[in-house]
Nanobody, 126 residues
Framework: QVQLVESGGGLVQAGGSLRLSCAASGRTFSSYAMAWFRQAPGKEREFVASITMSGLNTYYADSVKGRFTISRVNAENTMSLQMNSLKPEDTASYHC???????????????????WGQGTQVTVSS
């Protein structure tokens, strides 16, 4: 069973930046696509970004494209989300997630990522 632990959230003013990190347990991290999702109070979980096993290909929700950057270091079992030009609507709990299948594409579908961390809160003030 994989364990995912997020860190790096906090309170930031609009226009500011934060860098989230996700640490994964296990020896098969490099065999799985990974993703970030977020959930704001009263709203459904929302895809933010995903990254292939190798890290060579990344995908983003339109709402964060050009502002957020997803990356991973397989040798360290870590994944990151650099968030720039933050907006109040980015306020949410951010969760890293692992794909259900090894060697699968980095899809944006929530149902493909059953393994989640506990989340880290990001609050952007206006």
């Amino acid at each position: 069973q994989v364990q995912l632990v997020e860190s790096g959230g906090g309170l930031v003013q609009a226009g500011g930046s934060l860098r989230l990190s996700c640490a994964a347990s296990g020896r098969t991290f490099s065999s799985y696509a990974m993703a970030w999702f977020r959930q704001a109070p009263g709203k459904e979980r929302e895809f933010v970004a995903s990254i292939t096993m190798s890290g060579l290909n990344t995908y983003y929700a339109d709402s964060v494209k050009g502002r957020f950057t997803i990356s991973r270091v397989n040798a360290e079992n870590t994944m990151s989300l650099q968030m720039n030009s933050l907006k109040p609507e980015d306020t949410a709990s951010y969760h890293c997630a692992r794909h259900r299948l090894s060697w699968a594409p980095a899809t944006p579908r929530l149902e493909d990522y059953p393994y989640w961390g506990q989340g880290t809160q990001v609050t952007v003030s206006s």
